[in-house]
């Protein structure tokens, strides 16, 4: 395996590994779908070079939703443009993801098809967020705070091409990531993650398990939790 320091290391060994099948997935239809591992890092860095052409690059970024290619994509792309990944519990009540987002001062949200129209008050009144991403948007979900996620890429399509690369991590043990956990022993908490935190467990992963290039791994666990991320990176 290769040991990997923080998310643009990472970023570098997916293109390493640029024809292997990433991850398959199925459509709404129940088609199956590839993606490999060059065009996971593709988005990786459309979505990283979109994030800093919309200002939110150092800022707290929250994503919410179902298991699918943009979320990962995503949580990436936020780790690799030097800002701050939240990932959150599709479960929980909206005022409850909204205050939890507050707690923290997040600045945006990457949202999936599934929260269309549930942040309709957030957009009016949140005190922190500015910047709303759908994922899968409807015809009444974009307005002036709301941009689709295909906007994100095409604005990170044109930044790529005029030669933007990945801010470098000089800082492993900043603060890369920020959670909440699930308050089985009382109230949830915040629990804070550099980018030494996340791939020292990733890499540690790799290493206790002796994974191989004919190995494929079912996502089952709910894509928000570090046991289901750690398993997903390795």
């Known amino acids: 395996y290769s040991r990997v320091s923080d998310a643009v290391d990472f970023q570098k060994l997916l293109k390493k590994h640029d024809s292997r099948i990433a991850l398959s997935y199925f459509d709404k239809s129940r088609q199956l779908h590839d ?5 996971v890092a593709d988005i990786v860095k459309k979505v990283s070079a979109g994030i800093s052409a919309m200002g939110l690059s150092g800022k707290k970024i929250a994503v919410i939703g179902e298991t699918s290619y ?39 949200i990457i949202y999936s098809g599934s929260f269309n129209g549930k942040f309709s008050d957030a957009k009016q009144s949140h005190k922190t967020l500015t910047s ?18 295909e906007t994100v890429l095409e604005k990170g399509e044109a930044s790529v091409a ?7 991590i000089e800082d492993r043990e900043k603060l890369a990531e920020m959670l909440f956990t699930s308050g089985t022993t009382g109230t949830s908490k915040r629990v804070m993650l550099s980018q030494k935190n996340i791939f020292s467990v990733v890499t540690a992963a790799a290493a206790t398990v002796e994974f191989t ?3 494929t791994i079912v996502s089952v666990l709910p894509i928000h939790h570090t046991y289901e991320l750690a398993c997903m990176l390795a």
Request: proline share 6%; no cysteine.
């Open 70 to 108: 943009q979320w990962i994509t995503s949580y990436i792309g936020i780790l690799t443009s030097g800002s701050i990944v939240i990932p959150m519990d599709k479960e929980l009540d909206i005022k409850e993801i909204e205050g939890f987002l507050e707690s923290v001062d997040a600045s945006a």
């Open 132 to 149: 709303f991403i759908a994922i899968s948007p409807d015809e009444n979900e974009l307005d002036a705070k709301t941009v689709s996620f």
């Open 35 to 39: 993606m490999t591992y060059g065009e």
């Open 213 to 215: 290039p004919d190995d």
């Open 162 to 168: 005029s030669g933007y690369e990945f801010p470098e």
